[in-house]
């Protein structure tokens, strides 16, 4: 016989089964909830692997290369890439190279990385294009010898008056804007320019950098068997459309503005968008295109160097973002929006070209004029550029941004570093 329980008993069993239910269906509600992105996203990832989100997905395969694909070909480019040494530069610099580009010109920070990029693309490339036959090989990676230190002003204008002059190179077809430095601490601020760094080298350096390369860029319509344009990509970020980081009245965070690293690293993106508004602006007129692309939301060491915000308990937040497998992509994956910028001659000056699925994802072209209702910039009356036509921009609220700002910040990119990009 069971024996009848005790009202005190009875109590004490219904609010264990009770905390029983709360404590599983927090634990199964959490499982789900946090697992629902992550198979939103793959799912995503895999329906555009297959073509089935539209058009077929845009990817450098292993049969695409030394020269076995006539779309995916590099050949007759010369091709500038900073920060080639590690990243989303490095694996461009070394597809491109393996696609049988004319030359890439690896700009690195510290000359001994670009010595050691270059050996590393050099034996892929000898044994997979050469069968590793030395005396057919002959490398077509360039490391001009000199430090391209973006922090550094005169160090860039001499790696640019190095490059100029280095034997073989008579244009350059394609400048890739994609060193950068994230999350970096206001003090010290830049040694040269006394600007906040993180502006200082993704944005003023590449201005500068992109105003002493324009004759060899507008050098390839002299040149025969060269590509037909010339063209600057600018690498961006997700962060480049947090609308709140830009404030040209207070850019150097001197007048009082609040500083947050974060912010001075969307300000700094923000300012590339801007930029590459501006090359499409006054630069495709004389037929160099402009186009700009964000690598979402990529494993780098980005992520690993620079988060000196965090406390020293949360340290594991920075190697949990570099080493996030589950929602990034590897380095490889988020080059490819570099690749196509520079390889797809049909997308047009003026595009934007993103991850598919916003952090993740094959490559997809905003192209102009194809803005979209939700593009909120057009209730604000501002001009809807098409670097900022993002399917997903909704998310961020309104974030178009006026001539006045691309103007305003030419002009004043003008004044510090003394050259101009027209
Ligand atoms: C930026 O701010 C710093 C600190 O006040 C100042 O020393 C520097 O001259 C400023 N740079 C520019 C270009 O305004």
Wanted: glycine content about 8%.
């Amino acid at each position: 016989m069971v024996r009848k329980l005790t009202p005190r008993e009875l109590r004490q069993r219904r609010a264990t089964i009770k905390f029983a239910k709360i404590f599983l269906s927090l634990t199964v509600g959490f499982w789900f909830l946090s697992s629902v992105p992550y198979i939103v996203i793959r799912a995503g990832s895999y329906l555009d692997n297959r073509g089935l989100l539209g058009e077929a997905p845009w990817t450098v395969k292993s049969k695409d290369i030394c020269g076995h694909s006539l779309e995916k070909n590099a050949e007759g480019r010369v091709i500038v890439v900073t920060g080639a040494n590690s990243g989303i530069g490095y694996e461009a610099a070394k597809t491109l190279a393996l696609l049988n580009a004319d030359k890439v010109v690896l700009g690195c920070r510290g000359k001994e990385k670009c010595a050691y990029s270059k050996a590393m693309i050099d034996a892929e490339r000898q044994s997979l294009c050469f069968k590793g036959f030395e005396k057919d090989f002959e490398s077509n990676v360039i490391d001009p010898g000199l430090n391209l230190d973006l922090g550094d002003l005169e160090g860039v204008e001499k790696w640019a008056t190095a490059l100029s002059s280095t034997e073989g190179i008579t244009y350059v077809s394609d400048l890739v804007l994609n060193a950068g430095i994230m999350s970096t601490p206001l003090e010290p601020r830049n040694e040269g320019t006394g600007l906040e760094n993180q502006l200082h080298t993704n944005h003023v350096a590449h201005f500068y950098l992109t105003s002493l390369m324009l004759p060899l860029l507008e050098s390839v319509s002299a040149v025969e068997d060269a590509v037909k344009s010339s063209k600057v990509v600018t690498i961006a970020s997700l962060a480049a459309q947090s609308p709140f980081s830009f404030d040209l009245s207070d850019i150097n965070f001197t007048k009082g503005r609040s500083f947050a690293s974060l912010t001075a690293y969307s300000q700094s993106k923000r300012a590339n968008l801007l930029f590459a508004q501006h090359v499409h602006d006054s630069l495709n007129p004389k037929g160099i295109k402009s186009l700009a692309a964000h690598p979402g939301y990529t494993r780098t060491s980005l992520f690993h160097n620079n988060w000196h915000f965090l406390p020293k308990q949360l340290e594991f937040i920075k190697d949990l973002a570099a080493e996030n497998t589950l929602f990034s992509m590897s380095s490889f994956d988020g080059s490819m929006m570099t690749v196509r910028a520079i390889l797809d001659e049909n997308i047009p000056s003026g595009s934007y070209v993103t991850p598919m699925l916003y952090a993740v994802g094959t490559p997809v072209v905003s192209k102009p004029k194809n803005a979209k209702w939700y593009n909120l910039g057009y209730e604000r009356g501002e001009v809807m550029y098409p670097f900022m036509e993002n399917t997903w921009s909704w998310i961020w609220g309104g974030f178009g941004y006026s001539k006045e700002d691309v103007e305003g910040l030419n002009v004043w990119t003008e004044g510090i570093t003394g050259v101009s990009v027209k």
